[in-house]
T-cell receptor, first 114, second 112 residues
Framework: KAGVTQTPRYLIKTRGQQVTLSCSPI?????VSWYQQTPGQGLQFLFE???????NKGNFPGRFSGRQFSNSRSEMNVSTLELGDSALYLC?????????????FGSGTQLSVL | SQQGEEDPQALSIQEGENATMNCSYK?????LQWYRQNSGRGLVHLIL?????REKHSGRLRVTLDTSKKSSSLLITASRAADTASYFC????????????FGAGTRLAVHP
């Protein structure tokens, strides 16, 4: 089985722009979650989607949004980029997002905001 | 905000030695998981221990959980250079939906 695929691998944007990141989960996985990783704050949960519905959300401003399509692929969007949004954005998938499920992570998208 | 603290922050050992990493957390948990991350890449799941378990083994990995002390440890025996990575503990506190709270991680360097 192919793993979790994230595109693009690297992105450079300027403040005020918006960005869309893409994630294709492992075939058969219906839960997709997103995490932000920075040197200062570490790994932080952004949100989780299952069957095109957001079921859980972390403590991030409304500039961070996401969606999931009927084929379980997911996108996240960050609007009005700020310097502090520079981070590695990781997508993870699992079968259904149930308690104790193993997460499979993609290699991430490294976003740099200038 | 991070649930857990890990120590040490960095660990440097020789091949063949054992590596022990510790994780403490603040609230009651359903389970605790350990992940490995090679430099700037995605995380790889290593092992999961449920709140009603005290010890678990997987290959060269041994995980313990002490819910009374809200702490866990990961032991890697007979370390190899390929074990060089950052190791994170992650807690799941309830409800599933893949909301894991990660510790700050331990950077392990294994020298040949």
């Amino acid at each position: 089985k192919a793993g979790v695929t994230q595109t693009p691998r690297y992105l450079i944007k300027t403040r005020g722009q918006q960005v869309t990141l893409s994630c294709s989960p492992i075939s058969g996985h219906r839960s997709v979650s997103w995490y932000q990783q920075t040197p200062g704050q570490g790994l932080q949960f952004l949100f989780e989607y299952f069957s095109e519905t957001q079921r859980n959300k972390g403590n991030f401003p409304g500039r961070f949004s996401g969606r999931q399509f009927s084929n379980s692929r997911s996108e996240m969007n960050v609007s009005t980029l700020e310097l502090g949004d520079s981070a590695l954005y990781l997508c993870a998938s699992s079968l259904a997002g149930g308690t104790g499920e193993k997460l499979f992570f993609g290699s991430g998208t490294q976003l740099s905001v200038l | 905000s991070q649930q857990g603290e890990e120590d040490p922050q960095a660990l440097s050992i020789q091949e063949g030695e054992n590596a022990t990493m510790n994780c403490s957390y603040k609230t009651s948990i359903n389970n605790l998981q350990w992940y490995r991350q090679n430099s700037g890449r995605g995380l790889v799941h290593l092992i999961l221990i449920r709140s009603n378990e005290r010890e678990k083994h997987s290959g060269r990995l041994r995980v313990t959980l002490d819910t009374s002390k809200k702490s866990s440890s990961l032991l890697i025996t007979a370390s190899r250079a390929a074990d060089t990575a950052s190791y994170f503990c992650a807690t799941e506190t309830g409800g599933g939906y893949n909301k894991l709270i990660f510790g700050a991680g331990t950077r392990l360097a294994v020298h040949p």
